[in-house]
């Protein structure tokens, strides 16, 4: 058994030994800015100015559309607010004509 155990136990530690390592995150701190250095000078990783137009205007697109959804959203909390203070005037209202109508039956 405790052979068993003991050859689980290595055959563990290699196949994760074999399993780690090759990425960025392995590297030291210097390391890890030169991958990354080496990896912006890549063909694939430059943008053309066409792309980059393209990313500044969605850019844009995105602040627009935010900025449309807050109007929107103030518009609509602004017509029930509106609405609920229209609702708390006719109560109000009501309320007072009651009032004058109790008045004016007392003195009669």
Do not use: P
């Not at 500044?56 to 609920?84: C, F, H, P, T, Y």
């Not at 708390?88 to 004016?104: E, F, K, N, Q």
Request: with cysteine; proline share 0%; glycine share 12%.
């Amino acid at each position: 058994m405790k052979k068993v155990l003991s050859i689980l136990s290595l055959s563990a530690l290699i196949l994760t030994g074999c399993a780690t390592g090759g990425s960025v995150g392995d590297y030291g701190m210097g390391d890890d800015s030169a991958a990354i250095k080496a990896g912006r000078n890549r063909a694939s990783a430059q943008l053309s100015r066409a792309e980059l137009e393209q990313h500044r205007r969605q850019r844009a697109n995105v602040s627009e559309e935010l900025d449309l959804e807050a109007k929107k959203r103030r518009n609509r909390r602004d017509e029930i607010q509106g609405g609920m203070s229209t609702a708390a005037g006719a109560v109000g209202l009501v309320g007072a004509t009651a009032g004058t109508a109790r008045l004016i039956k007392s003195w009669f």
